[in-house]
């Protein structure tokens, strides 16, 4: 049904009446290693290890035709090695039984294809991503215009997942499947206010529906039994975003957002980050910026700590991902224009994340870029 | 649902107001980092941020699709 709905839209957007473009191929190669830790885990309870590293190349291939058209794919692969998700296999006397830390590998394809007919521009994508207890299937629409001259452009984007659950339980025995549904529709206005600057407003609605809990969360009960976290089948989510880039000069920008999200859970969210841009007299266009970024979220009203929740309430988790904390995220970022062969560009942004509880995580990501 | 309100407000109000501004005069706007989206470098880092907090979505993160996360 989601490919069906996919063709057909290719094949709708296919027969409007479009421009010519210059033929131009682009790759980019994105690369990163994230390391996390901290002593919450809700695989365990919400009291056992986080540790968790990541390393993920993506590659980004573009192509813009002679024609109006062009298409763009996105292969990448994570390889995750977490000893959380390794505690879900313990003996019953608690016991690790699967040696080292869990490795996992999560494969991801996205493809999509842009039309461009006169001020605007119809797009649509597919997408497909397995790990080892999930599988990801989804389709999207996009639609965007430019007008007043091109100070403003109005977005839509409609985005479909199909999913399936693999259900690991507690104690890490495989008890099916299930499915999860989640459609997410964002509407955007980006805006120039001034020579200096614009502004960027954004609506994001999403609505879910499935099995949403994470069969191998455990919840400590009150009487100190141990059992599986339980959440509602179905969630709304509804966000706001207001972003302004201001140039202070042709040396000084800022980057900037505010965010304001709710839930039907009970979570409420403000996020703020600002990115101050300094231009370096190196190369025609090379910038460094420190990175800030500042989060408060409320807790979902299904989130309890151990020990504390009644075997007779209906749904409770322990994942800190839903709970009550302020996080902060500190960084520095690189970008450069390289007239190479290496690269046309080199970007690399460094930062620490540290969440209330002790949790902490370091991201290191670059991006390499080619065109011809 | 107030916020949204206000904010959509917001919206309309600053696009009503705005005065068109001249291709001539956008040599600043037209500088790489006042591009409205996020770079892709930026977009890939924010994929494991927004799986550590249950405030996803509104900001280029996506709801669905998993994660590689535990």
Same mark, same amino acid.
Request: net charge negative.
């Given at each position: 049904?989601?490919?069906?709905?996919?063709l057909?839209?290719?094949?709708?957007?296919s027969?409007?009446?479009?421009?010519?473009?210059?033929?131009k191929? %682009?790759?980019?190669?994105? #690369?990163?290693? &994230?390391?996390?830790?901290?002593? %919450?885990?809700p695989?365990?309870?919400?009291?056992?290890?986080?540790?968790? *590293?990541?390393?993920?190349?993506?590659?980004?291939?573009?192509?813009q035709?002679? !024609?109006p058209?062009?298409?763009? +794919?996105?292969?990448?692969?994570?390889?995750?090695?977490?000893?959380?998700?390794?505690?879900?296999?313990?003996?019953?006397?608690?016991?690790?039984?699967?040696?080292?830390?869990?490795?996992?590998? %999560?494969?991801?394809?996205?493809?999509?294809?842009?039309?461009?007919?006169?001020?605007?521009?119809?797009?649509?994508?597919l997408?497909?991503?397995?790990?080892?207890?999930?599988?990801?299937?989804?389709?999207?629409?996009?639609?965007?215009?430019?007008?007043?001259?091109?100070?403003?452009?109005?977005?839509?984007?409609?985005?479909? &997942?199909?999913?399936?659950?693999?259900? &690991?339980d507690?104690?890490?025995?495989?008890?099916?499947?299930?499915?999860?549904?989640? +459609?997410?529709?964002?509407?955007s206005?980006?805006?120039?206010?001034?020579?200096?600057?614009?502004?960027v407003?954004?609506?994001?609605?999403?609505?879910?529906?499935?099995?949403?809990?994470?069969?191998?969360?455990?919840?400590?009960?009150?009487?100190?039994?141990?059992?599986?976290?339980?959440?509602?089948?179905?969630r709304?989510?509804?966000?706001?975003?207001?972003g302004?880039?201001?140039?202070?000069?042709?040396n000084?920008?800022?980057?900037?957002?505010?965010?304001?999200?709710?839930?039907?859970?009970?979570?409420?969210?403000?996020?703020?980050?600002?990115?101050?841009?300094?231009?370096?007299?190196?190369?025609e266009?090379?910038?460094?910026?420190?990175?800030?970024?500042?989060?408060?979220?409320?807790? !979902?009203?299904?989130?309890?700590?151990?020990? *504390?929740?009644?075997?007779? *309430?209906?749904?409770?988790?322990?994942?800190?991902?839903?709970?009550?904390?302020?996080?902060?995220?500190?960084?520095?970022?690189?970008?450069?224009?390289?007239?190479?062969?290496l690269s046309?560009?080199l970007?690399?942004?460094?930062?620490? &994340?540290?969440?209330?509880?002790?949790?902490? !995580?370091?991201?290191?990501?670059?991006?390499?870029?080619?065109?011809? | 649902? /107030?916020?949204?309100?206000?904010?959509?407000?917001?919206?309309?109000?600053?696009?009503?107001?705005?005065?068109?501004? *001249?291709?001539w005069?956008?040599? /600043?706007?037209?500088?790489?980092?006042?591009?409205?989206?996020?770079?892709?470098?930026? %977009?890939?880092?924010?994929?494991?941020?927004?799986?550590?907090?249950?405030?996803?979505?509104?900001?280029?993160?996506?709801? #669905?699709?998993?994660?590689?996360?535990?």
């Amino acid at each position: 049904m989601l490919l069906r709905t996919a063709l057909l839209a290719l094949t709708a957007i296919s027969l409007l009446p479009g421009l010519a473009q210059d033929e131009k191929w %682009r790759v980019d190669f994105l #690369g990163s290693y &994230y390391d996390q830790d901290g002593e %919450r885990s809700p695989v365990t309870g919400g009291i056992g290890t986080e540790e968790l *590293q990541t390393i993920g190349p993506v590659i980004v291939l573009n192509y813009q035709g002679d !024609s109006p058209w062009s298409y763009t +794919t996105t292969l990448g692969v994570d390889n995750i090695t977490s000893a959380s998700t390794d505690n879900i296999d313990l003996d019953a006397a608690g016991v690790n039984v699967s040696g080292a830390s869990r490795q996992d590998n %999560r494969v991801f394809i996205n493809s999509g294809a842009t039309r461009k007919v006169g001020n605007q521009n119809w797009g649509v994508n597919l997408g497909f991503s397995k790990e080892y207890d999930y599988r990801s299937i989804s389709a999207g629409l996009n639609w965007s215009m430019d007008f007043n001259q091109k100070n403003s452009t109005l977005g839509v984007a409609l985005n479909r &997942y199909q999913d399936e659950v693999t259900l &690991y339980d507690i104690f890490g025995v495989d008890q099916g499947t299930d499915d999860r549904e989640t +459609t997410d529709i964002t509407l955007s206005l980006s805006q120039v206010l001034s020579p200096r600057a614009i502004a960027v407003f954004e609506v994001f609605v999403s609505d879910q529906s499935g099995f949403l809990s994470t069969p191998f969360h455990e919840v400590i009960l009150d009487d100190g039994a141990i059992t599986t976290e339980r959440l509602p089948d179905a969630r709304t989510r509804t966000a706001v975003k207001v972003g302004l880039n201001y140039a202070f000069s042709n040396n000084l920008i800022l980057r900037s957002y505010l965010r304001h999200y709710d839930d039907d859970w009970g979570i409420a969210a403000q996020t703020l980050e600002l990115e101050p841009h300094f231009r370096l007299p190196y190369g025609e266009d090379t910038w460094i910026y420190p990175i800030f970024r500042f989060h408060t979220q409320d807790a !979902s009203d299904y989130w309890v700590l151990p020990n *504390q929740a009644p075997a007779s *309430q209906d749904f409770y988790t322990a994942d800190w991902d839903l709970g009550e904390f302020d996080s902060q995220k500190y960084g520095i970022g690189f970008r450069t224009k390289l007239a190479s062969r290496l690269s046309d560009f080199l970007d690399v942004r460094v930062t620490r &994340y540290t969440r209330d509880g002790d949790f902490s !995580s370091f991201n290191v990501a670059f991006g390499l870029g080619w065109s011809w | 649902m /107030k916020p949204f309100v206000f904010i959509l407000a917001l919206i309309g109000t600053f696009t009503l107001s705005c005065s068109a501004v *001249q291709p001539w005069q956008k040599e /600043k706007l037209s500088l790489s980092p006042m591009s409205v989206n996020d770079c892709p470098v930026h %977009r890939f880092e924010r994929n494991a941020e927004v799986y550590r907090e249950g405030a996803v979505g509104g900001n280029g993160g996506k709801s #669905g699709g998993g994660c590689g996360c535990s």
